[in-house]
């Protein structure tokens, strides 16, 4: 799958979103599971993976939703940057708020609002306070789920969306308001979101109309009309039945089951109370709770992995990274019919910048090093690490022995001039770097590479130091 495909099908799943087909969206997006991914696929990817796990959350298929969420993880952890995480967290929080574990729902969504607002991305903002909103209401605290409620409607200014695709958020708030008590100001909403439907919602009308309801639902139960609030709910119900939407089913069963108590209709509460119990046991309750300690764990074992991967100096990562994910990385280039090539290079003379000026400054160097190469193969197809001592590598995909050459000659320019103040004066910073580039469909392992790169280094070394050398091979 090229680049170019991969973001059709990130746009293709988008439109099935709004239209509320949710098994196309799992049939699609198949095509993305346990593949190894590029850096400049990564947002697209992620894209794909949070309307799967959407749907596999409305279709019920929650053991499903967490293995995707663990692939999200992964590749947050292999990512990383807030708004990778901040989706990640969002996720998690949706997905633990669905199994009603709402404690841990509200310490993850509490993350990704953090992070959120931090790189001010108002739109993932604005869904997240609405889902602090639904949560703090499932919480019976109904004063905070006002309060997130209304800054998630603050936020809609701050982003561009269709206003049809703000009423989820709209009937967030309509509930959160009705429950507090401020009916007028919840009336106002409502007949804004009514608005809306009549203007924009023609293509989703049932998926609208539902909304309306949930809104309906709260509005005349705050009221006191029961009648009219059981009326909505069954309305509601039916339509999210008709949609796949589980998740949705429940939460107006639930709804059912209080508006029949406190309307001492004993008979429906009984059978509401039965097809609410039929649900949770058709839906397997307890083996998702399962799949959820089994997702705990498996990334519990996989931070645990990734930390023995992270040089803990220059917070890169280490030799063992790069040797694991080798295999696949050459495999993945392969299927491209790319160039991929390894650089080897260590710092010149270092042992005398120890020896001179002591370890605390080589330890300086070293991170700098590290910092400012990262900087450079980030732009790039790559994974780079500190290889041991003064010396690191890098892994690289290429389309061709041009770009690989450029990357090479960048890396040895941005170190050309540089020098680092010591209390002895400047001390000036030199590499001397290897590299060997191939036909990724002629190599048969990462050793290969590295020994033909480390040949060239050597050359380098023997040549006087502070230059580079590639190695092309043979057609």
């Keep these: 799958m090229n680049k170019g495909t991969l973001k059709e099908l990130a746009a293709t799943i988008r439109h099935l979103r709004a239209e509320e087909c949710y098994e196309d969206i799992i049939i699609l997006s198949d095509e993305v599971e346990n593949r190894l991914f590029k850096l400049n696929e990564v947002d697209d990817i992620l894209d794909i993976l949070k309307n799967r796990i959407v749907a596999y959350i409305y279709t019920g298929s929650y053991e499903e939703a967490f293995a995707a969420l663990f692939q999200v993880e992964q590749i947050c952890s292999s990512h990383p940057s ?18 009603n574990h709402t404690e841990m729902a509200k310490e993850v969504m509490l993350k990704s609002e953090s992070l959120a607002r931090k790189q001010k991305e108002y739109k993932r903002l604005c869904y997240t306070y609405s889902n602090l909103s639904n949560l703090y209401h499932d919480l019976k605290d109904y004063a905070r789920a006002k309060e997130y409620a209304m800054k998630s409607l603050k936020v809609v200014p701050y982003f561009e969306c269709e206003e049809i695709d ?13 429950y507090v008590g401020d009916i007028e100001e919840a009336d106002v909403l409502y007949v804004k979101m ?4 009549r203007r924009y919602g023609r293509d989703r009308d049932d998926r609208n109309r539902a909304l309306l309801y949930n809104a309906r639902m709260a509005l005349a139960f705050t009221k006191g009309y029961i009648e009219q609030a059981i009326e909505a709910a069954e309305k509601a119900k039916q339509i999210f039945f008709g949609q796949g939407d589980i998740y949705m089913v429940k939460v107006m069963q639930r709804g059912l089951i209080d508006y029949y108590k406190k309307s001492n209709k004993i008979e429906k509460l009984v059978g509401a109370q039965e097809e609410y119990i039929e649900l949770l046991e058709k839906h397997k309750q307890e083996s998702y709770n399962r799949a959820l300690l089994k997702f705990q764990l498996d990334e519990k074992k996989r931070k645990y992995k990734m930390a023995s991967f992270i040089d803990p100096l220059t917070k890169i990562y280490n030799r063992g990274y790069i040797e694991y994910q080798a295999p696949k990385y050459l495999l993945d280039a392969a299927s491209y019919n790319h160039f991929v090539g390894c650089i080897i290079f260590d710092i010149d003379y270092f042992k005398q910048v120890n020896d001179e000026h002591g370890h605390l400054v080589g330890d300086d160097i070293i991170k700098f090093v590290a910092t400012s190469a990262a900087k450079l193969f980030a732009q790039y197809d790559a994974i780079f690490a500190r290889y041991g001592g003064d010396e690191f590598i890098a892994c690289v995909h290429t389309k061709d022995t041009q770009q690989f050459e450029e990357i090479i000659n960048k890396l040895y320019l941005l170190f050309k001039t540089q020098s680092i103040l010591t209390k002895k004066g400047h001390v000036k910073i030199s590499l001397s770097i290897g590299a060997f580039v191939v036909d990724a469909t002629n190599v048969e392992n990462f050793t290969e590479l590295l020994k033909a790169a480390d040949e060239e280094l050597y050359v380098v070394k023997r040549n006087g130091r502070n230059d580079f050398k590639i190695a092309y091979a043979k057609q």
């Excluded at 995480?85 to 708020?97: D, E, H, K, P, T």
């Excluded at 009514?194 to 439907?197: A, G, S, Y």
Aim: without cysteine; hydrophobic residues 50%; proline residues 3%.
């Design 82 to 99: 807030n708004e990778h995480y901040s989706l990640y967290y969002g996720l998690a929080g949706i997905l633990y708020m669905v199994l």
């Design 166 to 178: 703000l009423l989820p958020i709209e009937g967030n708030a309509v509930i959160a308001l009705a």
């Design 194 to 197: 009514q608005e809306t439907i």
